[in-house]
């Protein structure tokens, strides 16, 4: 028997969502847009898409979703950060908008715009530990330092642009835009098991509070 | 998580396994930057202290030029390309993409703003035209264009000619919704009718539209356009940028709206706070107390037909 899908969310409050949504349907995941805090709870994984990251940053404020999300992100939910993605989950970003924040993580440091402005954006293929991934770099920013404990998983012209810690994976490029699934479909590989993981619990303290109420 | 860690510095070195050459400008990297736009409100400005504001208030692009549309409307006079110093000091000023207007057809001023690196560049009939029969071949560029329509096949057009972008043209400057909402609404609304057609009946959308046949029919299977779609032209209230999310465009952008009013930094975060919870009344209804005065604004009905901006484009 197939297990059921995992449930993967994107949030959706603001730039390429739609992308993410597709790409992850076609590829067997559940799909829920996250605007709401309380539709966090019944998530095995999440992406944080691109878009504008000091735009977001104050939309997850501004809807209260940021600490939610932060505290499950630290709790291991398996997720996926691409391009304002990675920024919203460092620790440390060199150059922020005013007043910009994150929801600090993942301990990297990230540099926005690290490559130029529109007309350098590009598409090329990066090398990464999950496997060749096709990329678009727009506007893309970049990893200038890692903590201990942070893999770095991928480089452009020598730069690191894509690292993982845990079940958190950051990466400053655009796999949604090229249609390439390699770093979707880890997540949802670890979303599966993040679901076995944690409904092993919930049977558990089931059992033991219908024990202790028996 | 854990106390930070001392970072380890990261050293750039070569890398054998990058293997394809990078391909800049490409059409998914001109369009993938607009995709990123969405669900965000792009403001004009005309300082650098505006872009900052707009910044601050959370837009997730700013549109640099010399005078805002009511102020055009206003002053007459030809309208062209922004001075690059202003433009320049714009792009210094923020850390979000910078747009920036070029008069329709004039290919030299694209040109001027591609060297100054601006982020997208706004084909835009808000400015004079500088060629009443030809718009600029932006497959020539690198930087992406934004072009504007008030229907379907004008969409198709600019798209043809390699718009990477399109935005519904309302009446810039007037603070009058209803052409925004008219040219949104004709626009989804040729793409559901082109949708139900049958296969033999797009031969015949394709002339009539004066557009490409293979694109008459990318756009009937996909029941959308290839290219992000935002309204524009009159937007001045978070319920009418909230209304225009909810009729289908994926963005707004606000011209004269916001520096036209009595509280530009409370209406900028409204409009970016309702744009973003455009579906939930309650929100809108929150973002909309205390704002002060709106841009007073022109009805659209009471403007001379040769005053009608969005009669420009062919």
């Known amino acids: ?214 | 998580m854990t106390d930070l860690q001392t970072p380890v510095s990261v050293t750039p070195d070569s890398d054998p396994t990058d293997s394809r050459p990078p391909a800049t400008g490409g059409a998914l990297v001109k369009r993938g930057l607009a995709e990123m736009l969405k669900g965000g409100v792009i403001m004009d400005v005309v300082t650098a202290d505006q872009a900052k504001l707009a910044e601050d208030a959370g837009a997730v692009a700013v549109m640099a030029l010399e005078r805002v549309p009511a102020d055009i409307r206003a002053q007459g006079g030809v309208a062209r390309m922004s001075d690059p110093d202003l433009i320049a000091s714009i792009i210094d000023a923020v850390s979000i993409p910078v747009m920036a207007k070029a008069r329709i057809g004039h290919f030299v001023e694209a040109q001027v703003l591609q060297h100054l690196q601006v982020d997208y560049i706004d084909e835009s009939e808000v400015l004079s035209p500088a060629d009443y029969a030809n718009h600029i071949d932006k497959h020539r560029f690198t930087v992406p264009f934004v072009c504007g329509a008030t229907n379907l096949g004008e969409a198709l057009r600019r798209i043809t000619e390699g718009a990477a972008m399109i935005r519904s043209k309302g009446e810039a400057g007037t603070g009058d919704v209803s052409e925004a909402t008219k040219h949104i609404r004709q626009i989804l609304g040729e793409i559901r009718a082109l949708s139900a057609k049958s296969s033999d009946e797009l031969y015949l959308a394709a002339k009539e539209l004066q557009a490409p046949y293979e694109l008459v029919v990318e756009v009937a299977r996909r029941g959308a356009l290839p290219v992000v779609l935002f309204t524009a032209g009159g937007v001045a209230t978070p319920a009418d940028a909230a209304m225009m999310m909810q009729l289908g465009a994926d963005g707004v952008f606000v011209g004269s709206g916001i520096f036209k009013s009595g509280d530009p930094v409370a209406r900028a975060a409204a409009i970016v706070k309702a744009t973003a919870a455009f579906d939930d009344p309650a929100v809108i209804a929150e973002a909309s107390r205390g704002l002060g005065e709106a841009m007073v604004g022109i009805n659209v009905s009471d403007l001379p037909a040769p005053h009608r901006l969005a009669e420009r484009g062919w």
């Open chain 1, 1 to 214: 028997m197939n297990a059921p899908a995992p449930t993967i969310g994107v949030l959706a409050l603001q730039g390429g969502v739609v992308e993410h949504e597709r790409m992850l349907r076609g590829i067997g995941a559940d799909v829920l847009l996250v605007r709401r805090p309380e539709q966090l709870a019944v998530l095995d994984g999440i992406v944080l898409p691109g878009g504008e990251s000091s735009t977001i940053d104050r939309l997850l404020r501004m809807f209260g979703i940021a600490e939610p999300l932060a505290a499950r992100i630290r709790s291991g939910l398996p997720t996926l950060g691409t391009c304002a993605g990675l920024i919203l989950l460092a620790d440390e970003v060199l150059d922020p908008a005013p007043g910009q924040q994150t929801l600090k993580v993942l301990d990297i440091t990230v540099r926005r715009n690290a490559f130029g402005p529109q007309v350098d954006s590009l598409e090329t293929t990066v090398a990464t530990d999950d496997g060749p991934v096709t990329a678009a770099f727009i506007r893309a920013p970049e990893v200038v330092a890692v903590g201990a404990g942070v893999q770095v998983i991928g480089r452009h012209l020598g730069r690191v642009v894509a690292v993982r810690s845990g079940a958190v994976t950051g990466i400053s490029f655009h796999p949604e835009l090229t249609g390439d699934t390699t770093l979707h479909r880890q997540l949802i590989a670890s979303a599966r098991r993040w679901r076995v993981a944690n409904t092993a619990d919930t049977a558990e303290i089931t059992a033991v509070s219908a024990n202790a109420a028996g």
